[in-house]
């Protein structure tokens, strides 16, 4: 099975983006550029038009679609707040997907990348055939580094130069495997997943 369209979570609503998401997503990147410039590339070419961010909105939807990428929106359960952005991505290979995620800066501190980051384990190993999970980490983001360790991904290796932003610098991969699964705290989150259909699979 592919990753679900929408999942569910105690506090949160994460899935495919929409169109008409893009005013939404626009007031919560507009208001998080600061915070997001050291860490994210893409915050270097913000802040877009509004018809920009529907192109973009489009994009994602269409690879999701295709089942090329899978970019999800992070909402607040009513939906009516866009709180960050997460995705399973498959740039690392066949066998595995890489999970990104940025919380605006109003919302951060209150572990919903943790959350969400979790829900997206869960969904990949239990309604997917994927066999590993990667997440990428700037070293000196420690709060992009306590979410891997949080949900029991082991700290692989740490790759030189391999990010290019703002300036050459290295970066740290934590990595969770099928096998180990069971035993990270992702495995007990409570959650509902559904296709694109509306039909609950999880």
């Given amino acids: ?25 626009k007031e919560a990147v507009d208001s998080s550029i600061e915070h997001l410039l050291p860490w ?6 913000e802040p877009q038009s509004l018809a920009q ?3 973009l909105l489009r994009e994602f939807r269409g690879n999701f679609d295709l089942g090329r990428d899978y970019v999800y929106g992070i909402f607040d359960r009513a939906e009516a707040e866009v ?4 995705g399973l991505h498959t740039r690392v290979g066949p066998e595995a997907y890489e999970i990104g995620y940025w919380i605006s800066a109003g919302r951060a501190g209150e572990g919903l990348a943790t959350e969400a ?5 869960r969904v990949t190993f239990e309604l997917t055939d994927m066999e590993r999970i990667d997440i990428r ?14 949900l029991g991904y ?7 130069r391999r990010l290019h932003y703002p300036e050459p610098r290295d970066v740290v991969v934590y990595s969770l495997l099928r096998e ?9 989150l409570l959650l509902e997943a559904y296709d694109a259909a509306g039909q609950r699979v999880l």
Avoid: Q
């Fill in 117 to 121: 980051t979790a829900a997206l384990t």
């Fill in 40 to 45: 994210m590339p893409w915050a270097a070419d």
């Fill in 1 to 25: 099975m592919t990753p679900p369209y929408r999942i569910v979570t105690e506090r949160l609503v994460l899935r495919c983006w929409e169109p008409r998401d893009a005013a939404a997503l």
């Fill in 154 to 160: 082991m700290e692989e290796a740490t790759l030189r």
């Fill in 53 to 55: 961010k529907v192109e």
């Fill in 180 to 188: 180990d699964f069971a035993s990270s705290p992702a495995a007990s």
């Fill in 83 to 86: 709180v960050g952005g997460t």
């Fill in 137 to 150: 980490c700037d070293p000196a983001n420690e709060h992009s580094r306590a979410i891997p360790r949080k």
